[in-house]
């Protein structure tokens, strides 16, 4: 609050409660001098610096940072805008995760253009509500357009195409979503109610649910086949779509982790036999763990043998498309009848910019829905065929990234950060401590730290060694990733695979995304550098690697 009286008992200014404080904070700025005003400058001028002073290095314990936040009442009376800034910058800020930082290579989130900081203050100014073109007006016709345009980069059709679906009420090539998980949710629940669709004396399963849905069409289960590296937000939409946890069959990938495809058509024949039937194949497009694509020409083959839905989980991978060079990585794509993009990821678009898109313009008339009061029939509301209820402008942020960076330009931030990873991968090979688990395909990719004479026997190991040697080696790798993330120099991610050249033994893994474009590969050499030096002080852990080895006469000692 602007407005301020004295504080008798320690001199202090405080906020006061009235109508002309209240109506300063809607319409008057912080002045320039202010805290704010200085952050919003510091921003603008330089954000990664702004955010290398503020995020502080060394981890501060969660339990410490939830005594700053357990206040449940909310607050009486008014704060200062700059006192509350203030608190933000040291409570909040502080212990945020530096994800623009080129070291922080361990996640799908990466640093953002600078340019995006001013829109996303006009955006928030304009406060657009896309479901509904009351809410909304030139931001619809923008949204729609940015789904033709990613439609187009997927789907490739001509001209008279676009003219003709873009814009019409009754039809949409797509829909923005808060993320992957709900474009995901929203393919299968269009899938879903296409394949239970009104008929006779049935009206639908949007209408009569998914019981009285299989009891007409006479199956026992629906079922969602997918690769056991498929997203854990494939399981949340058949929770939430009535289908079952249970009817989300993962199928077994092959030693690039990509999908077998004589498993699929296992699958599917299984489903058959047991009255069931396939409502969607998913294909995976990136994976989250490895970064890898599935064969997609060939799945979209035998969706069409089982006449079910082909959706692609592109949340990753999709922005390959970009780049001509790579494109090819995503051959069969444009036979899926839905797919997922998140622009947010390889984009570089701030958090909350999912789509889903459809081939066919008519699919979303199997979600349609009206109400009289917002979402009219015949209207161009987005809200007709989208989940959610509310939904920001942030079409705005992928319209204007696109027009800022290009597709050009986007083709050399895609074709350097795989070029990266695949420096990356060299230089891990040519440590004689660290090994690749799984080579990158995209820019991400797995490795682990293995001490060098561990490294050299397991070259010929057997299974009963490899079983008994992974254990130690899982505790190392989750040692140092845990001291290197709390350091807080750099950061890398870990997740457990079942490596084909370890006997599918389960094992811990550094997974790295190089998506940065700031990341260099000097800083590559740094992490790679820290994490030995972090391992070195890991004594007990690897004094028990060699033990174990002793006694499987792997080694004769130490020395």
Request: with cysteine; proline share 4%.
């Amino acid at each position: 609050m602007s407005q301020t009286a004295p504080n008798h008992h320690d001199n202090k200014q405080i906020a006061e409660v009235n109508q002309e404080a209240l109506y300063r904070i809607f319409t008057i700025p912080e002045a320039p001098d202010s805290t704010l005003g200085k952050i919003e400058k510091h921003l603008s001028e330089n954000l990664m610096g702004f955010l290398g002073e503020h995020i502080v290095a060394r981890e501060k314990p969660l339990q410490e940072i939830e005594r700053d936040f357990e206040q449940a009442n909310i607050p009486e009376d008014p704060q200062f805008v700059s006192e509350h800034t203030e608190f933000l910058l040291n409570k909040l800020v502080a212990h945020s995760v530096h994800t623009a930082s080129p070291k922080f290579i361990g996640h799908m989130t990466s640093a953002l253009p600078y340019f995006l900081l001013p829109l996303a203050k006009l955006m928030v100014g304009l406060n657009q509500n896309l479901v509904k073109i009351e809410t909304s007006k030139a931001f619809t016709p923008l949204e729609r357009n940015v789904i033709g345009m990613l439609h187009h980069l997927v789907y490739q059709q001509d001209a008279g195409f676009y003219n003709r679906w873009m814009h019409s009420a009754q039809h949409s090539l797509g829909a923005f979503c808060s993320g992957g998980t709900v474009a995901n949710m929203t393919a299968l629940w269009v899938a879903r109610n296409r394949l239970l669709k009104p008929d006779g004396d049935f009206a639908g399963i949007a209408a009569e649910g998914l019981a009285a849905g299989l009891a007409h069409y006479g199956y026992k289960k629906l079922v969602v086949l997918v690769s056991e590296r498929g997203h854990y937000s494939l399981a949340k939409a058949a929770d939430v779509l009535g289908i079952g946890r249970r009817n989300l069959v993962s199928v077994a990938t092959d030693e690039n982790n990509r999908i077998k495809v004589d498993a699929l058509r296992q699958a599917c024949e299984k489903v058959q036999q047991e009255g069931g039937r396939v409502l969607a194949i998913i294909g995976v497009a990136g994976t989250t763990e490895t970064g890898h694509i599935d064969p997609l020409a060939e799945m979209a083959d035998i969706a069409r043998d089982y006449d079910t839905h082909f959706h692609v989980d592109a949340a990753w991978g999709g922005a390959t498309l970009l780049s001509n060079q790579h494109r090819g990585l995503l051959n069969g794509i444009e036979q899926a009848d839905s797919v997922t993009i998140d622009a947010h990821k390889q984009m570089y678009v701030p958090m909350g910019a999912g789509m889903v898109l459809f081939k066919n313009p008519s699919l979303v008339k199997a979600i349609e829905h009206h109400a009289e009061y917002i979402i009219r029939q015949g209207s161009k509301d987005l809200g007709s065929h989208s989940m959610e209820g509310s939904r920001a402008g942030m079409a705005m942020m992928v319209f204007s990234a696109m027009h800022v960076i290009g597709r050009r330009g986007y083709e050399l931030l895609i074709n350097n950060s795989i070029e990266k990873a695949r420096y990356f991968a060299d230089l891990i090979r040519a440590q004689d401590d660290f090994e690749v688990i799984t080579e990158p395909e995209l820019c991400l990719l797995t490795y682990r730290f293995v001490p060098k004479k561990v490294k050299q026997a397991l070259a010929g190991a057997n299974q009963e060694q490899v079983e008994r040697l992974t254990p130690h080696l899982n505790a190392l790798t989750r040692y140092v990733q845990k001291r290197q993330r709390e350091s807080g120099r750099s950061f890398v991610s870990r997740t457990k695979l079942t490596p084909a050249q370890y006997y599918h033994e389960p094992s811990v893994v550094f997974r790295v995304v190089l998506a940065n474009p700031l990341t260099t590969e000097a800083m590559l050499q740094e992490i790679i550098q820290e994490q030995r030096e972090i391992a070195e002080k890991a004594t007990s852990l690897r004094g028990a690697l060699h033990t174990e080895m002793r006694e499987l006469g792997m080694i004769v000692s130490d020395h």
